[in-house]
């Protein structure tokens, strides 16, 4: 949302880095967000009063996972629902060679 806060956050937890990335937009439903990492998983936002548009092709976090899964990570997301933000988090493996 305008005005709207990001945070990010980095850990180190057991030999992964885990990278956080936190809004206080407006939220997914659960629908949602089993739509969220497939291909062409778009989802369309009414919130906090008015249409928020939504352009892209439903790729972006498709390919991020695909990309993030191919050097040994994960990529999940929380929601609480509606107008409750969301938190997207992935891991990558801690490469010591």
């Known amino acids: ?9 980095t850990e180190i937890k057991e030999n992964f880095y885990i990278i956080s990335v936190k809004d ?3 939220g997914f439903t659960e629908q949602e967000k ?18 928020i548009s939504t352009e ?3 790729l ?7 990309l993030v899964e191919l050097h040994g990570g994960e990529i999940w997301m929380e929601s609480e629902g509606r107008n409750k933000g969301s938190i997207f988090y992935f891991s990558l493996p801690i490469n010591k060679e």
Do not use: A, M
């Open 24 to 26: 206080n937009g407006i």
């Open 60 to 66: 972006g976090l498709y390919i991020t996972k695909k």
């Open 56 to 58: 892209g092709t439903g």
């Open 1 to 9: 949302p305008p005005f709207g806060t990001v945070e990010i956050k």
């Open 34 to 51: 089993e739509k969220l990492f497939k291909q062409f998983g778009k989802i369309e936002h009414y919130g906090r009063g008015s249409y």
